[in-house]
């Protein structure tokens, strides 16, 4: 996926195409083909005209229309993944609501594990100024259909895994929010965090800068994409 060239960790580097080839597979909840899909719309996103319009709207819900190449994919969904890939600050509860009556909790967490992990994979292809990676050729295979039954309402959109009120000696929780919302779907939690891991760590970081730099970085990067976290 990436030339020897370019000074990436060769952990990096697995890990991408690891996860990569991961979506081609049917996850819990989706197809094979079905996720493959879900990266070619989160693509398509960010040159639809509708998801454009809404992003320089005041509110993104005051605008209808159709998004552009739907991809065979059920309305709904592609409309939640361009909404992710475009606008995911301004989400709010009443869609999500909305959303979920025509999907599962289930299913949304799913598609937000494949398209945030197809998200990252992409921005560093165009940090480092290579054309997108090819989409996998989708594998044959059946959802598994399963999720963590002991997941709980905690206050959030989805159930959560169950974490400790105590902090790590980061000054962080033990286990951040974002891995108990998506760890409904223990396959989706995994998806995400195998490719996020090589990108940062709160300690101990595995890259050319400081930690202290590392934190700077992240903290603009997230105030810049208007992190909920």
Same mark, same amino acid.
């Given at each position: ?7 990436? +960790? ?21 197809? $094979? ?14 040159? =639809?005209?509708?998801?454009? /319009?809404?992003?320089?709207? *005041? +509110?993104?819900? /005051? ?8 991809? $065979? ?93 105590? *902090? ?5 929780? &033990? ?44 903290? &603009?990067? +997230?105030?810049?994409?208007? =992190?909920?976290?």
């Amino acid at each position: 996926m990436y030339p020897d060239h370019l000074a990436l +960790s060769d952990r990096l580097k697995a890990a991408h195409g690891q996860s990569w080839q991961a979506i081609a597979k049917a996850g819990d909840f989706f197809t $094979g083909a079905e996720r493959v899909a879900f990266v070619h719309a989160a693509r398509a996103a960010l040159s =639809c005209s509708l998801c454009s /319009s809404r992003l320089a709207a *005041l +509110s993104p819900f /005051s605008l209808l229309g159709e998004h552009a190449d739907e991809d $065979g994919l059920d309305p709904v969904i592609v409309d939640v993944i361009h909404r992710i890939a475009v606008d995911p600050g301004r989400l709010t509860r009443a869609w999500f609501d909305e959303v979920t009556r025509h999907i599962s909790q289930k299913e949304y967490v799913e598609i937000v594990s494949v398209v945030a992990t197809s998200v990252i994979i992409d921005t560093l292809h165009n940090a480092v100024g290579l054309s997108l990676a090819r989409l996998p050729a989708p594998q044959d295979g059946n959802p598994a259909k399963q999720f963590n039954t002991a997941a709980v309402d905690g206050g959030a959109w989805v159930p959560m895994l169950t974490g400790e009120d105590t *902090l790590a000696d980061t000054g962080m929780p &033990r286990v951040p929010n974002i891995a108990r919302s998506l760890g409904l779907v223990p396959s989706a939690l995994t998806l995400f965090f195998n490719t996020f891991r090589p990108h940062y760590a709160l300690k101990d970081i595995d890259l050319s800068i400081s930690q202290a730099q590392a934190e700077f970085i992240a903290a &603009r990067v +997230s105030a810049m994409n208007e =992190c909920f976290y």
